[in-house]
């Protein structure tokens, strides 16, 4: 369902500026900060990132994503309240990007993909109220990739996207979908 919903907005954002013809020149270097959500089965958590890109071309931006993600998944507390279980996960990810512009205008909707390594380190815990605990920790580090869609107005940017980070090192799989709103320094309109 997330990955129809991602295809049809893409495709909404790509027919709609078909029929816009004005040009406008942008920088071509600029900074993307963000902050935004993680969805995943089970859980969810939140992420920040930052984006220093190059457009080689007016509509083709290039660059490298490092981003931090904290994600709680399967949280599960029984009834009475006396044993709790559960996995945090922290993912850092390195990604060179690309990001392509359908749009000149000061509207630009966009796709774009990234391919990187994801570091993460994984707990798994359970907590009784006798005072039993028992957690396992582990790390790994995955060659993973990403896919966007969103788009920037003025200097505010929105952005939709999968992240295909593999599993982690106690099996768990750590893929996730993102919603994140940010803005970015550099690459306005040429005056």
Do not use: W
């Amino acid at each position: 369902m997330k990955k129809l919903f991602l295809f049809v907005l893409t495709g909404c954002l790509f027919f709609t500026t078909l029929s816009v013809n004005a040009q406008t020149e942008f920088k071509p270097f600029r900074v993307d900060v963000g902050l935004g959500y993680a969805i995943c089965d089970g859980g969810g958590g939140v992420l920040l990132n930052f984006e220093p890109k190059y457009a080689v071309i007016p509509e083709l931006s290039v660059g490298v994503k490092f981003e931090l993600d904290l994600i709680v998944r399967d949280l599960q507390v029984t009834p009475s309240g006396d044993i709790a279980t559960g996995t945090a996960q922290a993912m850092a990810s390195y990604l060179a990007t690309a990001d392509y512009h359908l749009s000149k205008n000061t509207f630009r909707p966009f796709v774009g993909a990234g391919l990187g390594i994801y570091q993460i380190a994984s707990a798994s815990a359970t907590t009784t109220s006798s005072g039993t605990n028992d957690a396992d920790v582990d790390g790994r580090s995955n060659f993973g990739a990403m896919l966007r869609a969103g788009f920037d107005v003025s200097h505010f940017r929105l952005v939709l996207a999968y992240n295909f980070a593999g599993k982690d090192a106690l099996d768990n799989n750590t893929g996730f979908f993102s919603i994140t709103a940010g803005a970015y320094i550099g690459g306005g309109k040429v005056k």
